[in-house]
């Protein structure tokens, strides 16, 4: 009888399922995002195509199609960062963790505050609004108004606490997207955008960042055994 034969073999097969599985559910989800925007995003491409500023640059559906569209430069740019770290001796697994990471905060994330910053009707003599009482806007939002909210900082909450072990934290997550927002919307005030300082808005932007931190939990990068460590002789640091 051979004693010596390993016991853990027949689970390589489950672990490759278990690793292919969560690239397949994204791709998966987000075919059934570019399903349901299809129309609104078949709706802006003309005038996207055509470099038109008005009915692309400034609108939720013209922002969300180019950042479609600019998907495969990040893509390259997170592999080129990758290659890089790699050269300079990072490990390539760690190296393009890291550099997805980057990119994806930047790349998913600078559209929408460009959204966010475009000016109302009357910019520079409308006077600056703020609205402080939690939830009165949320009906006036509409289905798109959440939704284009709840996306703001949602790649910065899913991808800061994977690059980032400081982050690897719900609440921070939440305080991150809250401390963000709340620049956001100081910013319209200070700049007289023509645009609503609401409560709100900081709301389901830190909603969004904390859901999509949760949603990138099991790829968090864990704090270093010296912190921790640390945090056990001084739990109360």
């Known amino acids: 009888m051979n004693h010596n034969a390993s016991p853990s073999a027949p689970a390589r097969p489950a672990r490759r399922v278990r690793g292919i599985l969560p690239p397949c559910l994204a791709v998966l989800g987000l075919a059934c995002v570019l399903f349901v925007l299809r129309g609104p995003l078949m709706m802006s491409a003309p005038r996207c195509m055509a470099g038109r500023w008005h009915g692309c640059y400034d609108t939720f559906n013209g922002v969300v199609l180019m950042t479609l569209v600019t998907l495969p430069l990040a893509v390259l740019a ?3 960062l990758a290659r890089v770290r790699r050269a300079a001796g990072g490990a390539g697994g760690s190296a393009w963790r890291t550099s997805l990471a980057e990119v994806g905060m930047v790349h998913g994330t600078v ?3 460009w959204l966010t910053l475009m000016p109302g009707a009357a910019p520079g003599t409308a006077p600056a609004r703020v609205s402080l009482v939690p939830l009165r806007d949320l009906a006036t939002m509409g289905s798109l108004g959440i939704i284009g909210n709840l996306l703001v900082f949602a790649s910065l909450g899913f991808f800061a606490p994977v690059r980032f072990a400081a982050m690897a934290s719900l609440p921070r997550i939440l305080a991150l997207g809250a401390g963000c927002s ?18 709100d808005d900081v ?5 969004g960042a904390a859901l999509a931190g949760l949603a990138s939990r099991r790829w968090w990068r864990a704090p270093s055994r010296t912190s921790a460590h640390t945090s056990a002789i001084c739990p109360a640091a």
């Open 78 to 80: 997170a592999w080129a």
């Open 111 to 113: 559209p929408f505050l």
């Open 182 to 199: 709340v620049l956001v919307e100081s910013a319209q005030y200070v700049l007289r955008l023509d645009r609503v300082s609401s409560v």
């Open 203 to 207: 709301l389901v932007n830190a909603a």
